[in-house]
């Protein structure tokens, strides 16, 4: 048991003066006062007493420096704690402060957001309008592009005499090619010019005015028949026309495939069933048969 506490107040007294723990002059009595009990003038420590006044002094000090030392800790964590609540505090409020001004932008910006998707919708609405009323237009003009054009037919695969071809030659052209090939009577030409960029490949295209519309159609009804020599001859429509003929070619071929008669008329695509178009032409050739007997039995 001596031994024991011996070598306690031993490492108490090292632990104090390495710590630092209590003052100096204190911890030098204390270690003093323990090397006493524990060599007891240099008799065995089996026979030595500890001094009892010493270990009293000892626990006097330690709960004295303890009871300070946590007064002092106790006091610096409540002023660290004070601190940081006050810092806290502050960027709180900070915070909500800078929540207010976001929340206003966020309301300016909503406010802002429904003008301009009203002004957006408005103007979206007055654009389609302007659309629909350059469509409207553009059919318009296109339409009276054809119109002007009405009265001219363009022939494609005619052969081209050479870079230096006049007016009356071409005209000459025409007026052979319906005459020979068309095997029709002569028609008045009002004007008759080649269109595009020269080719040595092909030929250009020839635009023809004629002067009655009449001649015209008949001109343009019999052009299917030389559609094998390589010679075409369509209506001269604009460009846009053109495109919307071209759109439904296709169309225009299977249709014709599936056994109906189609055919283009301006821009439109005209499809008949056979048999329909078979029973109107019986129905028709029978009431000219009967209106030729009957005006004949008349005339009896």
Not at 13 to 41: D, E, F, G, I, M
Not at 236 to 241: F, G, H, W
Request: aromatic share 8%; with cysteine.
């Amino acid at each position: 048991m001596g031994v024991i506490l011996r070598s306690t107040y031993s490492y108490i007294s090292t632990l104090l003066l390495a710590l630092n723990r209590v003052p100096s002059a204190a911890t030098s009595q204390l270690a003093a006062n323990l090397s006493a009990n524990a060599t007891n003038h240099g008799q065995p420590w089996a026979t030595s007493k500890i001094n009892p006044g010493g270990v009293k002094n000892f626990s006097r000090a330690s709960h004295k420096y303890f009871s300070a030392s946590k007064k002092k800790r106790f006091e610096q964590l409540r002023t660290l704690l004070l601190t940081r609540i006050t810092t806290l505090e502050v960027k709180v409020k900070d915070l909500i402060k800078s929540l207010e001004f976001t929340q206003s932008e966020v309301c300016e910006l909503q406010t802002e957001n429904k003008t301009l998707q009203k002004s957006d919708h408005e103007k979206r609405t007055l654009i389609n309008d302007y659309k629909a009323r350059i469509q409207e237009l553009e059919q318009r003009s296109n339409y009276q592009e054809d119109y002007n054009h009405s009265l001219n037919l363009r022939f494609c695969g005619l052969h081209e005499l050479r870079s230096g071809e006049t007016w009356e030659e071409t005209t000459t052209l025409v007026q052979k090619t319906i005459l020979d090939k068309l095997q029709l009577s002569s028609m008045n030409l009002e004007h008759v010019h080649h269109v595009g960029p020269l080719n040595p490949l092909h030929p250009r295209t020839i635009v023809a005015q004629f002067e009655k519309f009449a001649d015209r159609e008949t001109v343009l009804r019999n052009g299917r028949k030389m559609k094998r020599s390589g010679i075409f001859i369509n209506e001269d429509l604009c460009a846009a026309s053109q495109a919307i003929q071209s759109s439904q070619l296709p169309q225009l071929k299977q249709t014709r495939k599936d056994g109906k008669i189609a055919s283009l008329k301006y821009t439109k695509l005209i499809t008949k069933d056979c048999h329909v178009e078979q029973t109107n032409t019986t129905t028709t050739m029978m009431y000219y048969c009967f209106n030729y007997c009957f005006n004949k039995s008349c005339e009896n």
